[in-house]
């Protein structure tokens, strides 16, 4: 850590870890944290950090620089913990990259990693990296739930859960979501970026069942008053649809998906948007949900024995309840 530099929060994903309600309902509450993100419009470096290559992005480094210490000058006059809250430094290829059409290949988050480091070196930042992790096996059926509306109903790749996992399966290390997912792997290139010291590690399952651990945790880390953050967020779930499971994820209107068909055989042909359309835009059309999705046993035990070792080894390094929540042993071993 360089004592000499004011620290800022980075905190990166896991995308389906509580990200929205931690954005909504404690950065940008708390008044002991200043939230710099602008939820608006995506600032200019974030969008290089997330699509220009290494090369690229270091042309531009020092403009960024400059743009984003001015920025924390002039609104930190308070001296606050500042934030910047993104879960799509890591999601943003998480999710896009097993697209398989029109085989769109996002950065890596190593890569990512790099391009921070590139900004933050000569900045007088001190970047403090936060990371929320969940139990794979729940996070890949919670982020097929998600992307199958948007993009994975339309290609037989994804259409299907089942197609989905044998996929991910057959390619094994070669696949990059599963890749992304072997948390040790991805967390060491953070701490010997950034070091140790300058990575936080933080549990789902924790904020679910033992919320009030979880946030001794950040509070500790981010330097807040002991016992003030879990009342911004107690009950609060903003991405929550339903009830019981029942995770009505990333819905769309009919006229969303008739929209597809009319490009498909008529082209890109203006259509007035007079009351009919605007009747079958109100009529929603649900997403996958989570209790509908579910994995053949030898599946479940496949990607959890891919996962397991490098768990135990996260574990033992970060000492997180690992164990406890499934991560590397099954509760019959």
């Not at 620089?65 to 943003?92: A, C, G, P, R, T």
């Not at 890749?179 to 933080?202: M, P, R, T, W």
């Amino acid at each position: 850590m360089r004592p000499d530099k004011q620290n800022l929060f980075i905190h990166i994903g896991y995308p389906k870890t509580a990200t929205t309600a931690l954005q909504k309902f404690l950065f940008s509450k708390h008044p002991e944290i200043l939230d710099i993100r602008d939820y608006d419009s995506e600032e200019e470096w974030i969008n290089d950090l997330l699509y220009l290559n290494e090369i690229s992005f270091q042309k531009k480094v020092g403009y960024h620089q400059k743009v984003l210490e001015n920025k924390i000058e002039v609104i930190n006059s308070d001296k606050k913990s500042i934030i910047y809250s993104n879960e799509s430094i890591l999601s943003n290829s998480l999710f896009l990259i097993d697209r398989p059409h029109p085989f769109v290949r996002y950065l890596d988050p190593i890569s990512t990693a790099r391009k921070l480091n590139m900004l933050f070196s000569r900045i007088t930042l001190n970047p403090i990296i936060i990371v929320v992790i969940r139990n794979q096996l729940d996070l890949i059926k919670s982020i097929y739930a998600q992307m199958y509306n948007y993009c994975f109903k339309d290609y037989k790749q994804t259409r299907n859960f089942q197609v989905y996992i044998d996929n991910l399966i057959k390619d094994g290390v070669e696949s990059f979501t599963l890749s992304a997912l072997s948390y040790y792997d991805v967390i060491k290139e953070y701490k010997e970026i950034f070091g140790q010291d300058n990575v936080c590690v933080l549990v789902y399952e924790e904020l679910k069942n033992t919320p009030d651990i979880f946030f001794q945790k950040l509070e500790n880390v981010m330097g807040l008053t002991s016992g003030t953050a879990y009342n911004y967020i107690q009950s609060k779930n903003e991405n929550k649809k339903s009830y019981q499971n029942k995770y009505k994820t990333d819905s769309r209107s009919l006229l969303f998906h008739l929209g597809k068909f009319k490009k498909r055989y008529f082209g890109n042909i203006n259509i007035p948007f007079n009351k009919g359309l605007k009747f079958l835009n109100q009529i929603e059309i649900p997403g996958k949900t989570l209790n509908s999705i579910k994995y053949k046993n030898k599946d479940y035990e496949k990607i959890f024995n891919f996962f397991a070792e490098n768990n135990r080894l996260l574990a033992d390094e970060y000492n997180l309840p690992l164990k406890k929540y499934g991560y590397y042993e099954n509760e019959s071993e």
